[in-house]
């Protein structure tokens, strides 16, 4: 199956309300009929897919007649109700808060506390294998050197074939590039995108919109000026004390890493990832996290390359996110950063969260 008839399918796949062993029933079908459609079309465009088989959420609800309706019904039901207890617990732990901030006076809360973590002396910049590496290539798994080679004539070249597969299927990475150039060094701008579209799941919204007065006094009317802006109210990027972003700077091992801990909730005051240590908790906090899974080596304060963003990014998608939870000490309230989780005390991650996918469920 081409580029084209995929990205058609995984978007049908998002909108398939139903069990898994339907789901992929009906997508084996769907498959066959795009790939055969792939075949007597072999230079169609996305938008011929759509004019021949529907909008992909259309052809899905047409595909979905083939499952027993009290199936669905009783799927959606089961999703709502999953959702609702998520509305509940999030309100109950909003009237606790409230409940305990009324009880503090409305104080100002103190600064929050740093995460337990064994100080280093000195930075690291070749971190040692972590607990997570890279998938490995093995027989009977994923192919993803065929899969690059359907994108990126220079597929030969990427290291992190996995990772830089990974999210080329997610959609985080162009796919429409002839040449996908791993040892092209990661500009500002291209990590604000690269993380705009992580945190949307994939998807590169088209309102996101620029302010009057941009945050950054030197991104106005740049290509990335609305993905800076998205990633700075989220308070994954920050500016130099000028107030400048420099979206053309290159961006090295550290700075993308404290961007990534942004994502994932890791608070820059409360994990002090600010002075002239920040580097050094960040090297720490990396590790705890599994950021460095995959690496061999690495030269952290060198320019990162787009081969080894990519494995970052791979690392902090399946990466457990942070929520903080104030606490009341006598009379003042103090701060504590736990791991994000669902209901059932199972932890959340970014490839779950933002992408409604696991790992194991990507097709390449």
């Not at 021949?52 to 109700?81: N, T």
């Not at 961006?251 to 608070?267: E, Q, S, T, W």
């Amino acid at each position: 199956m081409d580029k084209t008839a995929q990205r058609y399918l995984n978007e049908v796949r998002r909108a398939l309300p139903c069990p898994k062993e339907d789901r992929d029933r009906l997508l084996t079908d769907a498959e066959a009929m795009l790939d055969s459609f792939a075949q007597e079309n072999p230079n169609a465009f996305y938008s011929d897919y759509v004019n021949s088989f529907g909008p992909p959420k259309d052809f899905a609800q047409e595909i979905m007649s083939q499952v027993d309706p009290e199936v669905v019904h009783l799927y959606r039901q089961r999703r709502k109700r999953i959702a609702l207890a998520i509305l509940l617990v999030l309100a109950a732990l909003a009237v606790f808060l409230l409940g305990r901030w009324s009880q503090a006076g409305r104080s100002e809360p103190t600064a929050p506390p740093v995460e337990t973590v064994t100080p280093t002396t000195e930075l690291t910049p070749e971190p040692a294998q972590t607990d997570t590496p890279a998938p490995a290539e093995t027989d009977g798994g994923p192919d993803y050197a065929a899969y690059l080679e359907q994108f990126y004539t220079d597929a030969a070249d990427i290291q992190y074939k996995p990772a830089v597969a990974t999210l080329a299927a997610l959609h985080v990475w162009d796919t429409g590039a002839s040449e996908f150039q791993p040892g092209k060094t990661v500009s500002r701008a291209m990590a604000a995108r690269l993380l705009t579209a992580t945190m949307c799941g994939g998807e590169l919204p088209t309102d996101l919109g620029v302010k009057d007065t941009p945050t950054f006094s030197d991104i106005r009317g740049h290509w990335a000026e609305a993905y800076i802006e998205y990633c700075a109210d989220l308070g994954i990027i920050t500016g130099d004390s000028g107030g400048n972003f420099d979206p053309e700077g290159e961006v090295n091992a550290f700075a993308f890493i404290k961007m990534l801990l942004g994502a994932l909730g890791y608070d820059a005051n409360a994990y002090r990832l600010t002075g002239d240590t920040w580097a050094v908790r960040a090297d720490e906090l990396a590790r705890v996290t599994g950021l460095y899974g995959g690496f061999e080596s690495l030269n952290s304060n060198a320019p990162l390359t787009y081969d080894a963003a990519s494995q970052f990014l791979y690392n902090a998608l399946q990466a457990t996110p942070k929520v903080v939870v104030p606490l009341q000490t006598g009379g003042e309230v103090s701060w504590q950063y736990q791991d994000a989780t669902h209901p059932d005390g199972t932890p959340r991650t970014l490839l779950r969260d933002r992408f409604n996918i696991e790992l194991d469920e990507i097709e390449f």
